[in-house]
């Protein structure tokens, strides 16, 4: 298995302003997986990470809004930006541990847009 | 990747095994069968997962018909602490994404 940590677990922010949320996996994975959850809704797929090279976003996503980085194997943030209330969600990472055919999941970040 | 199909609800009783049904009949023969759970709005935790042989681990058991085109999740002696939205996702692998439908809310009750 792998533990994945996220930073911040929550946080409360004004529209227009920009949050960074971490991820950090105990093992090296390939591929980070960043998702959405809007209240009361699945999780949605907003992009896949690959280190060294630009993530891959999906339908409905840019990259304006929601940059991605990935320095390592292990770390990988996504910035929300110029927040507005319908932002309010909760973040989710996931990764798979090299040889591993199963994902795992940080507990997510609660972000509310005020 | 191939969709899932699973009922939004079920109910089972606290200490009865829970069956939870899928239905994935466009499933391809290099995906997996994978389940996982949520728990009131935390990461999805990973259950098992599947490719053609039923499996069983500490959690659950998982039933895989011979056809591939639906499985069941099995978990043999339910707690109120198994409630969760339990998710069905068929997928390629680790390093290919997954897509998560609505799942079962499973309610075990005392």
């Known amino acids: 298995s792998a533990v994945i940590s996220q930073k911040p677990s929550r946080d409360i922010c004004q529209r227009g302003t920009s949050l960074t949320i971490q991820c950090q996996v105990d093992s090296q994975v390939t ?59 909760i973040y989710l990472c996931s990764g798979a541990p090299m040889g591993i055919t199963e994902a795992f999941f940080g507990q997510g970040t609660r972000l509310t847009v005020v | 990747d191939a969709k899932t199909t699973q009922p939004p609800s079920m109910d089972c009783a606290e200490g009865r095994a829970a069956n939870l049904p899928c239905n994935h009949s466009t499933i391809s023969g290099n995906e997996y069968v994978y389940w996982y759970r949520q728990i009131h709005s935390q990461g999805p935790q990973y259950i098992i997962h599947g490719l053609k042989n039923n499996e069983t681990n500490e959690m659950a058991s998982l039933i895989i018909t011979e056809d591939r085109k639906s499985s069941t999740l099995i978990l043999p002696h339910a707690t109120l602490r198994d409630t969760a939205v339990y998710y069905c996702i068929v997928g390629r692998g680790s390093n290919y994404k997954l897509t998560f439908g609505k799942g079962t809310l499973l309610t075990v009750n005392p």
Not at chain 1, 32 to 56: D, H, K, V
């Open chain 1, 31 to 89: 591929m980070m997986f960043w998702y959405r959850q809007q209240p009361g809704q699945s999780l949605t797929l907003i992009a896949t990470a690959n280190q060294g090279s630009e993530a891959t976003y999906e339908s409905g996503f840019v990259i304006d809004k929601f940059p991605i980085s990935r320095p390592n194997l292990t770390f990988s943030t996504l910035t929300v930006s110029n927040m507005s209330p319908e932002d309010s969600s």
